[in-house]
């Protein structure tokens, strides 16, 4: 018993070792552009970026349409598909999706011609980039299944792998030295590239498993299509209310606000997110192991439960001695590292890191959950979060701004938190949470 569970926590360390080194690499990287772009082009320009940011995660959750999780499911059927059917079967559920999107997109534009966003080129942006990360996440997960859990921890995230997330870097580098006026507009494109640029390096690596020839009971693109449908609409649904609950605070705040105070809660949300990143991490690694587990048995073995249990518990710190710095750096430090609007940012940084605190002390099983076909669980949590969410932003927001959206951010992810986490206990025998 404790041979197998020392074995469990050896193979989630090394997975998380490499899953580390990518996301500090991702992090330091977009941490220092996205400081340099709110002080180089300043709160508003960086505020309407932030807005078009996550109409492209929304968007994509639409266009992709769960077969990044999907390919779990059909690739390990007695009938398993090849690599290159799941990817041409993606890529084109991806695409006829998608053009339903550019067509709601193009009339919202002519229905609204005076708006800020009415610009043709915000429509033909926000396509490419939403393009680009589905199916930089359907390869991620190729690679995952196909390669291995610590390569695949470089690639996953919502269009935030490691690959994905030097781009800013560049663009600004680029600007500075040739004197080069940038907006909103050119950090979007920035953004697009950059997820195209992952989707190039991953065919790369899957190269080998893409000239393989299909074994003859292999299923064909037109069935693995049919099953993606299937799963992908309880799935979709699923990561929508996951979406909506982390998002609608930036929505409601971009219609009730001044794009002013948007850039600023914008820059304080941009790092509170990443705080969930190091349990994020233990997720994505014991997944495929946790799947396996439960289709084979019923449940997570006591021996992987106690290695997640133990690697959160070590994430949870960390994120607390992150949220302890931000409250205790000197404020002409702060400003000398990241400018005045980080100064007025670091108060809301700090609340919402408490939020977060609050919400990983009761795990990250979701992940686990929908990849093991359990995904009306999410819902069911992520619903009960959107609603509060919405409450508490609408009663919050109009009177008291940023700090109503994160009053309402943190209300809707704590709830959801706490429901998954008893979905996981009733449903997989999963004690993912630390209080106990």
């Known amino acids: 018993m404790a041979e197998a569970a020392g074995q469990a926590q050896r193979q989630l360390d090394r997975a998380l070792g490499h899953a580390g080194l ?17 002080r180089a082009l300043g709160p508003a320009v960086y505020g309407d970026f932030v807005f078009a940011e996550s109409l492209v995660f929304a968007l994509n959750l639409l266009a992709i349409f769960g077969s990044h999780v999907s390919v779990f499911a059909i690739g390990s059927r007695e009938q398993p598909a090849t690599v290159g059917t799941l990817l041409t079967a993606a890529a084109s559920l991806i695409g006829g999706l998608l053009l339903a999107e550019v067509l709601v997109l193009g009339l919202v534009q002519q229905l609204f011609p005076d708006s800020r966003y009415a610009d043709p080129a915000w429509l033909w942006l926000i396509t490419a980039a939403i393009a680009g990360m589905s199916l930089y996440r359907v390869i991620a997960e190729l690679i995952r299944i196909e390669i291995g859990v610590a390569l695949a921890n470089y690639f996953s995230g919502r269009g ?71 799963r992908g609409r309880s799935i979709t649904v699923t990561q929508i209310a996951q979406l909506t609950v982390v998002s609608l605070d930036v929505w409601l705040l971009a219609v009730l606000a001044p794009a002013y105070a948007l850039g600023v809660y914008g820059l304080a949300k ?30 997570v073995s006591a021996e992987l439960e106690t290695a997640f249990r133990r690697s959160v518990l070590r994430s949870w710190w960390l994120v607390a001695l992150l949220v302890m710095i931000a409250a205790l750096l000197p404020a002409t430090w702060l400003q000398t590292i990241a400018g005045p609007t980080a100064v007025l940012a670091r108060p809301l940084f700090v609340a919402l890191g408490l939020g977060q605190l609050l919400r990983l002390a009761f795990g990250n099983g979701g992940v686990i959950l929908s990849a093991a076909g359990l995904e009306a669980e999410n819902l069911r949590a992520y619903l009960v979060g959107n609603v509060a969410a919405l409450v508490a932003a609408l009663a919050i927001i109009p009177f008291a701004g940023a700090w109503g959206a994160m009053a309402a951010y943190s209300t809707g992810t704590v709830v959801a938190a706490v429901l998954v986490s008893r979905a996981c206990q009733r449903r997989m025998d999963f004690r993912c949470d630390l209080l106990r």
């Open 22 to 38: 990518a996301r500090i690499g991702s992090v330091i990287a977009v941490a220092g552009a996205h400081l340099l772009a709110v």
């Open 160 to 230: 935030n792998g490691f690959v994905a997330s030097v781009w800013l870097l560049p663009l600004l580098a680029l600007a500075l030295a040739t004197g080069m006026q940038l907006d909103a507009l050119d950090l979007l494109a920035g953004f697009a590239i950059a997820q195209w640029l992952g989707v190039a390096i991953g065919l790369a690596l899957l190269l080998p498993a893409l000239r393989q020839p299909p074994p003859a009971e292999a299923l064909g693109r037109k069935p693995v299509i049919t099953e993606m449908w299937r």
């Open 270 to 299: 941009r790092f509170a997110s990443w705080l969930i990143v190091p349990v994020g991490l233990v997720g994505q690694s014991a997944l495929k192991r946790a799947v396996a587990e439960f289709r084979a048995a019923g449940r």
